[in-house]
Protein backbone atom coordinates (compact mmCIF):
# COMPACT_ATOMS: atom_id res chain seq x y z
CA UNK A 1 0.00 0.00 0.00
CA UNK A 2 2.91 2.47 -0.51
CA UNK A 3 4.73 1.82 2.70
CA UNK A 4 7.86 0.28 3.31
CA UNK A 5 9.03 1.42 6.72
CA UNK A 6 6.71 3.38 9.07
CA UNK A 7 7.27 5.74 11.89
CA UNK A 8 4.29 6.40 14.51
CA UNK A 9 3.92 9.21 16.35
CA UNK A 10 0.96 8.40 18.84
CA UNK A 11 -0.31 5.19 20.73
CA UNK A 12 -3.19 5.54 18.02
CA UNK A 13 -0.63 4.62 15.20
CA UNK A 14 -2.29 4.23 11.50
CA UNK A 15 -5.19 5.99 13.42
CA UNK A 16 -2.81 9.07 14.50
CA UNK A 17 0.00 10.72 13.17
CA UNK A 18 3.34 8.71 11.39
CA UNK A 19 5.80 9.12 8.34
CA UNK A 20 6.45 6.84 5.78
CA UNK A 21 9.74 6.11 4.45
CA UNK A 22 9.22 4.19 0.62
CA UNK A 23 12.22 2.56 -0.09
CA UNK A 24 13.92 1.91 -3.39
CA UNK A 25 17.50 0.24 -3.89
CA UNK A 26 17.52 0.78 -7.68
CA UNK A 27 21.31 0.90 -9.07
CA UNK A 28 20.35 4.20 -10.74
CA UNK A 29 18.22 7.21 -9.73
CA UNK A 30 14.92 7.35 -9.21
CA UNK A 31 12.49 7.98 -12.15
CA UNK A 32 9.71 10.69 -11.81
CA UNK A 33 7.15 8.27 -13.03
CA UNK A 34 8.14 5.81 -10.47
CA UNK A 35 7.76 8.54 -7.36
CA UNK A 36 4.63 10.08 -8.64
CA UNK A 37 3.67 6.32 -8.94
CA UNK A 38 4.41 5.60 -5.46
CA UNK A 39 2.84 8.75 -3.79
CA UNK A 40 -0.66 8.02 -5.48
CA UNK A 41 -0.39 4.91 -4.33
CA UNK A 42 -0.37 5.91 -0.46
CA UNK A 43 -2.69 8.24 -0.96
CA UNK A 44 -5.18 6.04 -2.43
CA UNK A 45 -5.38 3.62 0.29
CA UNK A 46 -5.41 6.81 2.38
CA UNK A 47 -8.24 7.76 1.10
CA UNK A 48 -9.75 4.39 1.01
CA UNK A 49 -9.38 4.63 4.92
CA UNK A 50 -6.70 2.17 5.27
CA UNK A 51 -4.87 4.25 7.45
CA UNK A 52 -4.51 8.25 7.76
CA UNK A 53 -2.37 10.27 4.76
CA UNK A 54 1.23 10.55 7.00
CA UNK A 55 2.51 13.33 8.07
CA UNK A 56 5.96 13.32 6.55
CA UNK A 57 6.55 11.05 3.54
CA UNK A 58 10.77 10.50 2.62
CA UNK A 59 12.13 8.96 -0.32
CA UNK A 60 14.90 6.81 0.69
CA UNK A 61 16.88 5.72 -2.40
CA UNK A 62 20.73 4.96 -2.69
CA UNK A 63 21.21 6.44 -5.95
CA UNK A 64 18.75 9.51 -5.32
CA UNK A 65 15.87 10.61 -7.21
CA UNK A 66 16.56 12.10 -11.02
CA UNK A 67 16.28 16.04 -11.68
CA UNK A 68 12.64 16.06 -12.10
CA UNK A 69 11.26 14.31 -9.17
CA UNK A 70 14.29 16.71 -7.60
CA UNK A 71 12.72 19.62 -8.67
CA UNK A 72 8.92 18.51 -8.14
CA UNK A 73 10.27 17.73 -4.15
CA UNK A 74 11.30 21.46 -4.12
CA UNK A 75 8.26 22.62 -5.84
CA UNK A 76 4.99 21.19 -3.71
CA UNK A 77 2.24 22.69 -5.61
CA UNK A 78 3.86 21.46 -9.13
CA UNK A 79 4.14 17.87 -7.23
CA UNK A 80 0.58 17.86 -6.47
CA UNK A 81 -0.48 19.39 -9.93
CA UNK A 82 1.95 16.60 -11.28
CA UNK A 83 0.02 13.60 -9.96
CA UNK A 84 -3.49 14.53 -10.42
CA UNK A 85 -2.54 15.39 -14.30
CA UNK A 86 -0.67 12.52 -14.72
CA UNK A 87 -3.11 9.66 -12.79
CA UNK A 88 -4.37 7.80 -15.66
CA UNK A 89 -0.18 7.74 -17.27
CA UNK A 90 1.31 6.43 -14.03
CA UNK A 91 -0.58 5.33 -11.06
CA UNK A 92 -4.09 4.01 -12.54
CA UNK A 93 -2.69 0.71 -13.24
CA UNK A 94 0.25 0.59 -10.73
CA UNK A 95 -1.90 0.53 -7.58
CA UNK A 96 -3.74 -2.68 -7.99
CA UNK A 97 -2.84 -5.51 -10.03
CA UNK A 98 -5.34 -5.97 -13.39
CA UNK A 99 -6.86 -3.00 -12.02
CA UNK A 100 -7.55 0.34 -13.22
CA UNK A 101 -8.19 3.01 -10.56
CA UNK A 102 -9.91 6.02 -11.80
CA UNK A 103 -9.29 9.12 -10.51
CA UNK A 104 -12.77 10.11 -9.07
CA UNK A 105 -13.92 13.68 -8.13
CA UNK A 106 -13.65 12.59 -4.41
CA UNK A 107 -10.01 11.07 -4.41
CA UNK A 108 -9.35 14.46 -6.71
CA UNK A 109 -9.90 16.31 -3.28
CA UNK A 110 -8.51 13.89 -1.32
CA UNK A 111 -4.87 14.08 -3.00
CA UNK A 112 -5.25 18.01 -3.46
CA UNK A 113 -6.10 18.55 0.15
CA UNK A 114 -2.39 16.67 1.04
CA UNK A 115 0.08 19.02 1.74
CA UNK A 116 2.90 17.71 -0.88
CA UNK A 117 5.42 20.09 1.48
CA UNK A 118 5.81 16.91 3.75
CA UNK A 119 8.05 15.05 0.83
CA UNK A 120 11.85 14.87 1.46
CA UNK A 121 14.04 12.77 0.10
CA UNK A 122 16.69 11.18 1.94
CA UNK A 123 20.17 10.62 0.49
CA UNK A 124 22.72 8.04 1.78
CA UNK A 125 25.01 10.40 2.88
CA UNK A 126 22.69 11.86 5.63
CA UNK A 127 21.45 8.16 6.93
CA UNK A 128 25.33 7.20 7.42
CA UNK A 129 25.93 10.76 8.99
CA UNK A 130 23.11 10.16 11.59
CA UNK A 131 24.14 8.96 15.17
CA UNK A 132 21.40 6.62 15.11
CA UNK A 133 22.99 4.57 12.42
CA UNK A 134 26.52 4.22 14.02
CA UNK A 135 25.20 0.92 16.05
CA UNK A 136 24.42 -1.01 12.64
CA UNK A 137 27.55 0.53 11.10
CA UNK A 138 29.83 -0.85 13.88
CA UNK A 139 28.24 -4.43 13.93
CA UNK A 140 28.18 -5.13 10.15
CA UNK A 141 31.11 -3.43 8.80
CA UNK A 142 33.24 -2.80 11.99
CA UNK A 143 32.62 1.50 11.56
CA UNK A 144 34.83 3.25 14.45
CA UNK A 145 31.71 4.49 16.79
CA UNK A 146 34.14 7.49 17.87
CA UNK A 147 34.86 8.72 20.83
CA UNK A 148 32.34 10.02 23.61
CA UNK A 149 32.53 13.75 24.85
CA UNK A 150 34.14 14.69 28.35
CA UNK A 151 31.81 14.89 30.69
CA UNK A 152 30.86 17.58 32.48
CA UNK A 153 30.79 18.30 36.52
CA UNK A 154 27.96 20.33 37.68
CA UNK A 155 29.21 22.73 40.28
CA UNK A 156 26.72 21.39 43.04
CA UNK A 157 26.71 18.05 43.77
CA UNK A 158 23.15 16.74 42.18
CA UNK A 159 20.38 14.33 43.76
CA UNK A 160 21.44 11.45 41.38
CA UNK A 161 25.25 11.32 42.61
CA UNK A 162 24.49 11.49 46.42
CA UNK A 163 25.22 7.49 47.32
CA UNK A 164 28.54 7.57 46.20
CA UNK A 165 29.24 11.03 47.35
CA UNK A 166 27.99 9.98 51.24
CA UNK A 167 30.08 6.88 51.13
CA UNK A 168 32.81 8.89 49.79
CA UNK A 169 32.36 11.73 52.95
CA UNK A 170 31.75 8.51 55.00
CA UNK A 171 35.59 7.20 54.28
CA UNK A 172 36.84 10.65 55.03
CA UNK A 173 35.21 10.64 58.28
CA UNK A 174 36.83 7.34 59.29
CA UNK A 175 40.28 8.44 58.42
CA UNK A 176 40.27 11.44 60.30
CA UNK A 177 37.68 10.95 62.97
CA UNK A 178 35.65 13.80 62.01
CA UNK A 179 32.49 14.47 60.77
CA UNK A 180 31.95 16.23 57.22
CA UNK A 181 29.24 17.17 55.56
CA UNK A 182 29.02 17.63 51.57
CA UNK A 183 30.66 21.38 51.65
CA UNK A 184 33.32 20.81 54.40
CA UNK A 185 34.48 18.06 52.47
CA UNK A 186 34.29 20.13 48.73
CA UNK A 187 36.64 22.76 50.85
CA UNK A 188 39.03 20.09 53.40
CA UNK A 189 42.34 20.92 52.26
CA UNK A 190 43.06 17.36 51.23
CA UNK A 191 39.61 15.37 50.78
CA UNK A 192 38.39 18.65 48.44
CA UNK A 193 40.71 17.22 45.58
CA UNK A 194 40.44 14.00 46.32
CA UNK A 195 36.69 14.69 46.01
CA UNK A 196 36.20 16.46 43.27
CA UNK A 197 38.58 14.16 41.22
CA UNK A 198 36.39 11.51 42.11
CA UNK A 199 33.19 13.46 40.37
CA UNK A 200 34.99 14.22 37.49
CA UNK A 201 35.41 10.20 37.42
CA UNK A 202 32.09 9.69 38.02
CA UNK A 203 30.50 12.20 35.81
CA UNK A 204 33.23 11.09 32.87
CA UNK A 205 31.60 7.27 33.05
CA UNK A 206 28.17 9.20 32.58
CA UNK A 207 29.05 11.14 29.60
CA UNK A 208 30.37 7.82 28.09
CA UNK A 209 27.46 5.77 28.94
CA UNK A 210 25.01 8.52 27.41
CA UNK A 211 26.63 8.89 24.09
CA UNK A 212 27.18 5.04 23.52
CA UNK A 213 23.48 4.34 25.03
CA UNK A 214 21.79 7.35 23.05
CA UNK A 215 23.31 5.20 19.95
CA UNK A 216 21.89 1.96 21.40
CA UNK A 217 24.88 -0.08 21.71
CA UNK A 218 23.75 -0.76 24.98
CA UNK A 219 24.80 -4.00 25.06
CA UNK A 220 28.70 -3.11 24.76
CA UNK A 221 28.53 -1.14 27.60
CA UNK A 222 27.28 -4.04 29.72
CA UNK A 223 30.16 -5.87 28.24
CA UNK A 224 32.29 -3.16 29.59
CA UNK A 225 30.60 -2.74 33.05
CA UNK A 226 31.14 -6.69 33.61
CA UNK A 227 35.00 -6.25 32.59
CA UNK A 228 35.59 -3.71 35.04
CA UNK A 229 33.05 -5.37 37.69
CA UNK A 230 35.39 -8.60 37.41
CA UNK A 231 38.62 -6.73 36.76
CA UNK A 232 37.81 -4.80 40.48
CA UNK A 233 36.39 -7.19 42.43
CA UNK A 234 39.63 -8.90 44.51
CA UNK A 235 40.49 -5.27 45.06
CA UNK A 236 37.25 -4.52 46.44
CA UNK A 237 36.96 -7.20 48.61
CA UNK A 238 40.62 -7.14 50.10
CA UNK A 239 41.46 -6.15 53.52
CA UNK A 240 42.24 -2.21 53.96
CA UNK A 241 43.14 -0.06 57.40
CA UNK A 242 40.32 2.35 56.10
CA UNK A 243 37.58 2.91 53.47
CA UNK A 244 39.54 5.18 51.79
CA UNK A 245 42.31 2.74 51.20
CA UNK A 246 39.94 0.39 49.91
CA UNK A 247 38.62 3.33 47.50
CA UNK A 248 42.27 3.88 46.05
CA UNK A 249 43.19 0.41 45.08
CA UNK A 250 40.11 0.26 43.19
CA UNK A 251 40.90 3.27 41.20
CA UNK A 252 44.33 1.60 40.61
CA UNK A 253 43.08 -1.30 39.83
CA UNK A 254 40.18 -0.23 37.59
CA UNK A 255 42.85 2.25 35.46
CA UNK A 256 45.02 -1.17 34.71
CA UNK A 257 42.02 -3.34 33.90
CA UNK A 258 42.21 -4.58 30.04
CA UNK A 259 38.16 -4.35 29.25
CA UNK A 260 37.10 -6.00 25.76
CA UNK A 261 34.67 -4.99 23.26
CA UNK A 262 34.09 -2.59 20.78
CA UNK A 263 34.10 0.49 22.90
CA UNK A 264 37.27 -0.65 25.10
CA UNK A 265 39.38 1.46 22.96
CA UNK A 266 37.29 4.89 24.09
CA UNK A 267 37.41 3.71 27.38
CA UNK A 268 39.51 5.96 28.59
CA UNK A 269 41.29 5.33 32.75
CA UNK A 270 38.74 8.30 33.93
CA UNK A 271 35.95 6.50 32.72
CA UNK A 272 37.14 2.83 34.03
CA UNK A 273 37.15 4.41 37.36
CA UNK A 274 33.77 6.81 37.27
CA UNK A 275 32.48 3.25 36.60
CA UNK A 276 33.71 2.20 39.64
CA UNK A 277 31.67 4.60 41.48
CA UNK A 278 28.64 3.93 39.13
CA UNK A 279 28.67 0.79 40.60
CA UNK A 280 28.68 2.21 44.37
CA UNK A 281 26.10 4.41 43.58
CA UNK A 282 23.84 1.65 42.33
CA UNK A 283 25.03 -0.42 45.27
CA UNK A 284 26.54 -2.84 43.29
CA UNK A 285 29.70 -2.63 45.45
CA UNK A 286 29.93 -0.11 47.92
CA UNK A 287 32.98 1.50 49.55
CA UNK A 288 32.24 1.17 53.05
CA UNK A 289 32.67 -2.87 53.73
CA UNK A 290 29.43 -3.47 56.02
Known amino acids: MGRDVVGYLSPQQHEGAWHNYQCKQYGRSLATDIGIAEIGKLLYYAYKG ?18 NL ?13 VVDSWD ?6 IVEGQTIALTSEL ?17 DE ?26 VPEHIEV ?43 FDADSFARFYRDNTMQEEIDVLRR ?45 KQGICHHFANEGLMKWRKE
Request: with cysteine; net charge positive.
Open 50 to 67: EFTAPTRYFFVAPRGVNR
Open 70 to 82: RRLISKPSEFKAA
Open 89 to 94: QYCAKK
Open 108 to 124: RVFIEGWDFSCVHLLMV
Open 127 to 152: ILGDTASKPVLQSWFGVDPGPAPLGV
Open 160 to 202: HELPYIEQLIDAYNERDGCILDKDAARAHITHGQHLKMQRERF
Open 227 to 271: DLHHGVAEAHSADYPDTLRRVDAVMTQAANVQASGALARYARVPV
